[in-house]
């Protein structure tokens, strides 16, 4: 059974830093999908960010980016620029893609940032 | 920018009552799915759907859980008897296809009395 792991259960930095969440997972899978959600107070989720396996480039959105190391099945997002908007839980989260029903989930990272 | 729509955004109930969380997921996604997120917990997996029929469900997703889509844009989860652990967020999600971007809707904040 695939797992996500956030070793992080909070992080607080101040506004303008750069900051790095954590997530490892585990699977025998070759092929398959990483996610980055954020679920501000409204406790929506959010797609921040998405990772295909097969590809070897770091996603990147604005400034939001990933370093997606397969070999060591880390994926963690760095957030540049850090704003008070980006204060929220962070979740990190696998699919593969031949069952490709679910996602898994890790357990969250709430994320402070500091005027 | 399209939304998956849930409601009721609160609802709360007595033990043993019944209750069925509505969604309507975006009008061309073809997958659909119900996640549950117990207060301060990750998000779990509960139920998947596609072409009408469950396609995966979870070890949580029980004889007391079931889906409907009864009218082609609705998309429910049924609570036949509910217990005080179900009390949680319930998050419906859809996709148009399966391994891509699921677009959550706000949540069902499920409160079990």
């Known amino acids: 059974a695939q797992t996500v792991t956030q070793s992080q259960p909070e992080m607080s930095v101040q506004e303008a830093e750069t900051v790095t969440l954590s997530c490892t997972y585990d699977?025998?899978?070759?092929?398959?999908?990483l996610f980055w959600y954020k679920q501000p107070p409204s406790r929506q989720m959010i797609l921040v960010i998405r990772?295909?396996?097969?590809?070897?480039q770091n996603a990147t959105e604005n400034r939001f980016s990933v370093n997606f190391q397969k070999a060591a099945k880390s994926f963690s997002l760095k957030i540049s620029d850090s704003q008070l908007g980006d204060t929220a839980m962070y979740f990190c989260a696998f699919t593969d893609i031949q069952g490709a029903q679910k996602l898994v989930f890790g357990q969250g990272t709430r994320l402070t940032i500091n005027p | 920018e399209p939304e998956v729509t849930q409601t009721p955004s609160h609802q709360v109930t007595q033990m043993g009552q019944e209750v069925i969380l509505r969604c309507v997921p975006i009008?061309?996604?073809?997958?659909f799915y119900w996640y549950r997120q117990i207060l301060g917990q990750k998000v779990e997996f509960l139920v998947s759907?596609?072409?009408?029929?469950?396609?995966?469900k979870s070890e949580i997703f029980d004889d007391q859980f079931s889906v409907e889509r009864p009218d082609g844009s609705n998309f429910t989860l049924k609570i036949r008897s509910t217990k005080l652990e179900d009390s949680a967020m319930y998050f419906c999600?859809?996709?148009?296809?399966?391994?891509?971007?699921?677009?959550f809707g706000a949540g069902s904040r499920l409160t079990v009395l």
């Open positions: 699977t025998s899978e070759s092929n398959y999908y």
């Open positions: 759907f596609y072409n009408n029929e469950i396609s995966e």
């Open positions: 990772q295909e396996a097969y590809k070897q």
């Open positions: 999600a859809s996709s148009i296809e399966t391994a891509n971007v699921l677009t």
């Open positions: 009008s061309n996604h073809l997958y």
